[in-house]
């Protein structure tokens, strides 16, 4: 290693002069340099007798060093590249200008970047901070442990309001935003103790166990606005006026269509959507449709168009809204159609494989009974759902079983195949069908946001929180990392490679802490190998050349080598 002063004269007859400590290797046979850390903020004192020595001399090696230079130490520090990655992200969405520059604002900060970066509970973000550099490069001089963490999550969960409507706002800038998607999931929770767990109908089919609701807005881009947290019991169409309520009152939307799925947005649902003016697009069940085939003007034929439309009369009630014309937009889906048609063909296949089994062991066995044979064939046909279509007989005088088919039925059952019916009460004047259809479709956005948020990259469940201020803070720190990594995904989609693989190759890049005797140590950021720098270049970000180290203090309760055995 070695250091040495570039100098670069510009027309002015100025210079700007540059130290960098540098190295030399070895690739292919050939000698090239690389830099290993920028030392001009270095004072010039402690390197004025190391820049005037020879280039033997200025080899920092134990056997070349100067005795009268400096002692120059450099040691291999934290991880930066995917902290300022997230950091300076985070800045260009204007998450940092929101959540302040108090203490506790860069905190709720730091903890958006550990979730991106390495999702977990308090305490694994709290050990993040000894290997990754936030705590530097946010500015957090106080130092923290796992119980400053949660009471943050308590402080977000306060300004969680005024944090979504500052965001909205600069998003909103752009364009007025009339048009959003909104759905819920379920999230098990695997204690007891969370005070929002409650026993509900669970999406992730895990019996037994308590759960939380989640209630999630975004955009038609699927761009996150508002995350709502519910008791484990709370019914999709309570959350749905909740949602009403604070777009009209805290966004102050006006002419807001609202699009869900079809268990979503009923009656109730479409009342408060009205009754604040909004409208709605949401899809009807298959019990539905075929109410609605047998009213006059709608008919099986409709649906082989391309898009079938038909307007009906909205029926007068006592509400106090007037109720609004509604319409109906017909598809039929043929690739669904093939895939019912093929998974209906595997069930029947394997009917058949349990009914010749049993055959055979009739057969060979006079010990087995047939009315076991039978219960368990009857069963197997009932959990298929294929009863009516397909009936398991037994042969006359025989111990045996064979299964009839009745087209009849099947064709009965098949006729809704890939079928579909997407209703709205949006003026036709406002949108045409096709709209109406293709903002529908846009439902699968905030469905991809569920799926990174809750199993994927940042992993909102398991829950590590109790009480429901820290419930609602942690949801809203994995709304605002979502941000993040959906600004990352557009920047990488080029690149063939993931946001989490992208992050985990940037956090090979650390800080190079310069030790020079008599002065403050300082950090330096090498320049990143091509790949990681393409990488960079794609989002926008420019890695600092000097970072001041702060030693923030952390703090465990926890020591992991104390509960080893």
């Known amino acids: 290693m070695y250091i040495t002063e570039v100098v670069r004269p510009y027309p002015n007859g100025k210079a700007s002069r540059c ?41 920092l090696s134990q056997s070349s060093a100067n005795a009268t230079a400096p002692a120059v130490t450099v040691t291999q520090g934290l991880s930066i590249g995917a902290v300022a990655t997230v950091y300076q992200v985070a800045q260009t969405l204007g998450i940092r200008q929101v959540l302040g520059n108090s203490p506790q604002g860069k905190l709720a900060l730091r903890q958006v970047i550990a979730r991106v970066i390495q999702p977990g ?10 290997e990754h550099a936030a705590c530097d490069l946010v500015r957090l001089t106080d130092g923290f442990g796992e119980d400053d963490l949660y009471a943050n999550l308590a402080w977000l969960s306060e300004r969680q309001l005024r944090v979504e409507k500052a965001l909205f706002r600069r998003h909103a800038d752009a364009q007025a935003v009339e048009l959003f998607l909104y759905d819920v999931t379920s999230s098990y929770l695997e204690g007891e103790h969370n005070v929002l767990g409650a026993y509900g109908y669970c999406r992730d089919k895990k019996r037994g ?6 209630g999630l807005v975004t955009d038609a881009q699927g761009e996150p606005v508002s995350v709502e947290v519910f008791r484990g019991n709370t019914s999709d169409v309570s959350t749905l006026t909740a949602q009403v309520r604070k777009l009209a009152q805290a966004f102050g939307c006006r002419r807001v269509t609202l699009v869900g799925d079809r268990g979503l947005i009923k009656q109730v649902g479409i009342e408060a959507l009205q009754a604040k003016d909004f409208y709605f697009i949401s899809a009807t069940t298959k019990a539905q449709i075929e109410t609605l085939l047998k009213q006059e003007g709608i008919e099986m034929a409709l649906f082989d168009r391309p898009l079938g439309e038909v307007k009906l009369a909205a029926q007068a009630d006592s509400g106090s809204v007037e109720p609004r014309s509604l319409r109906y937009i017909l598809k039929r889906n043929p690739v669904r159609v ?26 060979r066995s006079r010990r087995a009974q047939l009315a076991v044979a039978r219960r368990d064939l009857l069963g197997y046909l009932a959990k298929l759902k294929l009863e009516g279509w397909l009936t398991v007989r037994k042969r006359r005088g025989q111990r045996q079983f064979y299964l009839i088919e009745d087209q009849t039925v099947l064709a009965e059952h098949i006729k809704l195949d890939g079928c579909y019916v997407i209703r709205t009460d949006l003026p036709a004047q406002a949108a045409d069908a096709q709209t109406v259809h293709e903002r529908y479709r846009d439902l699968a956005n905030v469905e991809q946001g569920f799926r990174t948020c809750k199993t994927g ?18 949801a809203l720190v994995v709304m605002l990392a979502y941000k993040i990594v959906r600004y990352l995904a557009h920047c990488w989609k080029p690149f063939d490679i993931e946001v989490v693989e992208a992050l985990e190759a940037l956090k090979q890049i650390t800080l190079v802490t310069v030790h020079v005797a008599g002065y403050p140590a300082y950090q330096s950021v090498p320049t990143p190998r091509p790949e990681l720098a393409q990488l960079l270049s794609a989002a926008g970000i420019e890695l600092p050349q000097i970072l001041p180290h702060l030693e923030s203090r952390v703090v465990t309760r926890k020591n992991i080598s104390e509960s080893r055995k």
């Open 457 to 474: 990259h940042l992993e909102m469940r398991p829950w590590f929180v109790t009480c429901e201020a820290s419930t609602r803070g942690h």
């Open 19 to 59: 130290s960098l400590l540098r190295e030399s290797y070895r690739e292919n046979g050939k000698v090239k340099n690389r830099t290993l850390a920028n030392l001009t903020a270095l004072p010039a004192e402690a390197l004025k007798h190391t820049l005037r020595q020879p280039a033997q001399a200025r080899t």
């Open 209 to 214: 166990k308590p759960q939380i609701v989640v």
């Open 338 to 363: 093939q895939e019912l048609a093929h998974n209906r063909q595997l069930k029947k296949a394997a009917l058949e494989k349990r009914l010749h089994d049993y055959n055979q062991k009739l057969a």
């Open 121 to 130: 509970s308090c305490l694994a973000s709290v050990r993040l901070a000894r």
